[in-house]
């Protein structure tokens, strides 16, 4: 008896120690000093819990202490309204780990929503984030943005307006983006220069671009691979980009539903596509200039298969894809590959399998040379063998946060 | 005998006398594990509005400092007594525990007369415990009698006569306990930035005369084992048009940019590294693609393109002050007018490609 008493006591303890407490912040005046100090006080295992209502903010706020949760009471109740921010790049900076944003909304901020930076085990969860405005040039250029991360959860997130990409994952490794929407963003959502996404369940429509898989050169994490895009619904992504020129974004012809672009192991399958006027699926070479040796600016080991594919590609909007419609009768095959299979510099040759077809290949000698190009048709193009990359597992207490 | 005693309580009571002399900075405050809730609490300055710096601080000054909306900074470093700072000839002096580099943010009204009717704004501390560096900032009250601590950030509206003779508004942020984090960070360690070998390598008037500040440090036993000044690397002067162009767009880059644009701080992922030593190119942002710059692009395509300041993103960032857009992002809300000019002529000068 002495003993068993002596034990519980000493789990009350342990208990003691480790609770973890809520720092509840209502709406009203002084928000943004009250919520930043909340933030700053908080400990690990804490809670920042924003009560419902619209805080005003007049500048960006940030979290830098691991194993917080940032909690609103959803979407539509807790609104972090950044129309009068006057300094910072973002909404909302998170440089710690395990960390999960959920259950509210943040509208209007300056530059981008919610930001993390080298933080992993990042979760974003129920979470919306706005421009009010609409699509306009002058909205923020990302999201939900997480970089250079180890572990990142998107579970429906909604994201509207981005100049940029709704939802952009860059230089992280492990990923999981599903059950979220994001529409009249330039891109929907993408994954750039970053390993092993699961990106499954979401809605892009509305957008410029759907769904991009990009790499591009001179960064410090590069070669992004093992993709897979699958069960999304892409369809009627008809905004006209709207994104600065000088981004990369901004060449994605409006009405692309899927691209993948100087990226290997990229699996594509199980969508539903349609409505997207320049194409389905397009799989293309980076083709600016650069000066990064280790780059590599083809797809290669894509795999493209068993899609639904509907209405796309009857008024492409890139260069040249016009002419090529009019001489296949008006419209474009669904799935368009540039061809290109080898660089200099660069061993082996790219590979691919598209099965959804028609296919054009472009054929084209080199990134972006498309005068030079030799278009066939063919239902399907390549057989490369391309084992599926193995599904993403999440940390398992982070894969609780969204079943 | 009973008048010896009285003399001893007289004495023993000295320190509450106003003609007392001002006790030392208050080491145990400095070391204390949370901070002090009033700046008055570490006894750095002799008197209530720190105009005095009390004993054992000593002022220095950076030959390229960080742009803060054209805001006057009163740099004192204070080292505990008996210890020195040891000599390192790459990135910031090494400091021993107990440091404290003390920076305030001030404005006289009007730039032009520097010394005349100042208003503190917020004393920054970066104090180094035992655990590693520390970022507090305080702010000052309207009276200017009292800083009390401010975690969370504010706002404060300032106005000043700038050397133009023009009448200047300022939103001026005072950053919060984070945000003195995004910028002061290496690795994710707190760290500062200014007081590096070769940014202090430069000329300072003392009370007692002209010295180089390196030189001074040593022979005041502040700083062991420094080489003389003019065997040690020296940042150039961003504003003095005697030295080399290339070297003041770099010493200015290099201040006001590379503790974010470095592999191994908070802008590491733009691929954009601004520091002095790195010499590659793209890195350098010449004709290099801008990765996540949103409309910070400005519709421009490259970060330099040599020969064309208006076709450079950097110099279209520099020349805002839209939150967004602006870079810095943190630390200021005007634009550095003779900074962009400096970097424009800079990249002008540059052989088009």
């Known amino acids: 008896m002495v003993r068993f008493v002596a034990a519980l006591i000493s789990l009350a303890a342990l208990s003691a120690t480790a609770e973890a407490k809520d720092l509840t912040v209502a709406p009203g005046g002084d928000a943004q000093e009250r919520i930043q100090t909340a933030l700053l006080d908080a400990k690990p295992g804490d809670t920042v819990r924003l009560a419902a209502g619209r805080f005003e903010l007049s500048d960006g706020l940030s979290l830098d202490v691991d194993d917080v949760t940032v909690a609103g009471a959803g979407p539509e109740a807790t609104v972090l309204s950044f129309k009068g921010q006057k300094g910072a790049g973002e909404g909302l900076l998170i440089t710690s780990d395990r960390v999960t944003v959920r259950d509210l909304a943040i509208e209007d901020t300056r530059g981008d929503g919610v930001k993390s930076k080298g933080a992993d085990e990042i979760s974003f969860i129920n979470l919306r984030v706005e421009w009010t405005g609409g699509p306009k040039e002058t909205n923020g250029a990302y999201g939900v943005y997480p970089v250079a991360s180890t572990n990142v959860l998107i579970d429906k997130v909604t994201v509207k307006g981005a100049s940029d990409a709704g939802i952009y994952v860059g230089q992280s490794k492990n990923i999981v983006v599903k059950r979220s929407t994001a529409a009249f963003n330039v891109a929907g959502i993408e994954i750039e220069n970053s390993m092993n996404a699961d990106v499954f369940d979401n809605v892009a429509t509305h957008n410029a671009g759907g769904i991009l898989v990009f790499d591009l050169p001179n960064l410090p994490v590069m070669g992004g691979h093992s993709h897979r895009i699958f069960n999304n619904q892409v369809v009627d992504n008809d905004t006209q980009n709207f994104a600065p020129k000088g981004n990369i974004v901004a060449s994605v012809p409006t009405g692309t539903g899927v691209m993948v672009m100087a990226n290997r192991d990229v699996h594509v399958f199980g969508n539903r596509i349609s409505g997207n006027r320049s194409s389905a699926i397009m799989l293309v070479s980076y083709t600016r200039k650069f000066d990064d040796k280790s780059y590599n600016p083809l797809p290669r080991d894509i795999v493209v298969r068993d899609n639904t594919i509907g209405r796309n590609a009857w008024d492409p909007e890139f260069a040249g894809g016009a002419m090529v419609a009019k001489m296949m009768g008006g419209s474009l095959p669904p799935v368009i590959w540039d061809g290109v299979t080898t660089f200099p510099g660069l061993p082996g040759v790219a590979k691919v399998r598209l099965s959804d077809g028609p296919v054009l290949n472009l054929n084209l000698p080199g990134p972006g040379l498309v005068e030079q190009a030799r278009p066939s048709v063919a239902k399907t193009v390549g057989d490369a063998v391309v084992s599926e990359p193995a599904a993403v597992v999440l940390p398992a207490r982070q894969a609780a946060l969204s079943r | ?353």
């Open chain 2, 1 to 353: 005998m009973t008048r010896w005693v009285a003399l001893l309580g007289a004495l023993l009571c000295l320190g509450a006398a106003p003609s007392a002399p001002t006790p030392g900075v208050a080491l145990d405050v400095v070391l204390a594990d949370t901070p002090a809730p009033r700046l008055a609490d570490y006894r750095l300055f002799a008197d209530a509005s720190a105009r005095r710096p009390n004993a054992g601080l000593t002022p220095y000054a950076l030959n390229t400092p960080l742009f803060s909306d054209y805001a006057e900074k009163r740099r004192l470093i204070y080292l505990p007594p008996g210890k020195a700072a040891d000599w390192r000839a790459d990135g910031v002096l090494a400091f021993p525990v107990g440091a404290v580099l003390v920076k305030t943010f001030a404005y006289p009204a009007d730039l032009r007369r520097p010394d005349d009717k100042v208003r503190y704004l917020e004393t920054r501390l970066l104090i180094h415990k035992a655990s590693g560096w520390v970022a507090q900032t305080y702010v000052w009250n309207e009276a200017q009698t009292e800083a009390v601590l401010k975690r969370a950030g504010a706002r404060l509206e300032a106005t000043f006569t700038d050397l133009r003779g023009q009448n200047r508004t300022v939103d001026y942020a005072v950053p919060n306990q984070n945000q003195c984090k995004e910028c002061h960070q290496l690795d994710k360690t707190l760290t500062p930035i200014g007081p590096k070998a070769r940014n202090l390598n430069g000329i300072l008037v003392y009370a007692d005369g002209p010295e180089n500040q390196l030189a001074h440090w040593t022979r005041r036993g502040l700083l062991t084992g420094a080489p003389a000044p003019a065997a040690a690397p020296r940042t150039a002067r961003w504003d003095d048009p005697a030295e080399p162009l290339e070297a003041r767009a770099r010493a200015y880059l290099d201040a006001n940019c590379a503790h974010c644009h470095n592999p191994r701080a908070v802008a590491s992922n733009s691929g954009l590294f601004l520091g002095v030593e790195e010499s590659r190119a793209p890195q350098l942002g010449i004709g290099k693609q801008p990765v996540a710059a949103g409309r910070g692009s400005g519709n421009l395509s490259v970060g330099i393109a040599p020969g064309h300041p208006d076709a450079s993103i950097l110099a279209f960032r520099m020349a805002s002050s839209e939150p967004g857009v602006m870079m810095p992002e943190l630390g200021r809300a005007l634009v550095h007018e003779e900074g962009v000019a400096l970097i424009r002529q800079w990249i002008a000068a540059m052989p088009a490609r």
